[in-house]
């Protein structure tokens, strides 16, 4: 049985809600309230978990948890990048201080050959510098 979505773009806004019975749903909206953008994590309540944090700005929205395995700690985060907005390597920097170890899920809007794709674009290039100097 699944016990955890990862939801990029969630198109949700201020006025939205949703409840799942036996669920708990972490979500980041775009920072202006209105339907765009947006991420979320649906979790089920049987899985020790906890809000390990939200990142909601205008040009990347992410919604992280921390849940407890076997293993240990395990970190997970759904993301999205609104395709308008230019985004340096400097931006994905900063952005990843604020994870520490994890599994990164969602649309960052980018193509870069690396990854498959025909042809490279600035922000491709920006996210493919920001992984390397990160080692990621």
């Known amino acids: 049985m ?3 979505r990862i939801v990029s773009e969630t198109r949700s806004s201020t006025k939205s809600y949703i ?3 036996k669920y708990t ?3 980041t909206q775009n920072p202006d ?4 953008g947006g ?3 649906i979790i089920r ?3 020790k978990h906890e809000l390990h944090g939200n990142y909601y700005l205008e040009h990347l929205q992410a919604t992280s948890v921390t849940m407890q395995d076997r293993i240990g700690p395990q970190t997970i985060e759904a993301d999205y990048c ?3 907005h230019t985004v340096k390597a400097e931006q994905f920097w900063s952005f990843y201080a604020t994870l520490g170890q994890g599994l990164l899920v969602g649309d960052y809007n980018t193509k870069h050959s690396h990854c498959c794709y025909l042809l490279t674009i600035p922000r491709g290039r920006e996210l493919l510098k920001a992984m390397q100097a990160d080692n990621l």
């Open 2 to 4: 699944k016990t955890k």
């Open 82 to 84: 609104p395709p308008k």
């Open 19 to 21: 409840k799942i019975l």
């Open 25 to 27: 749903i972490y979500n």
């Open 33 to 36: 309230g209105t339907a765009h």
């Open 39 to 41: 991420t979320a994590i």
């Open 45 to 47: 309540n049987g899985i």
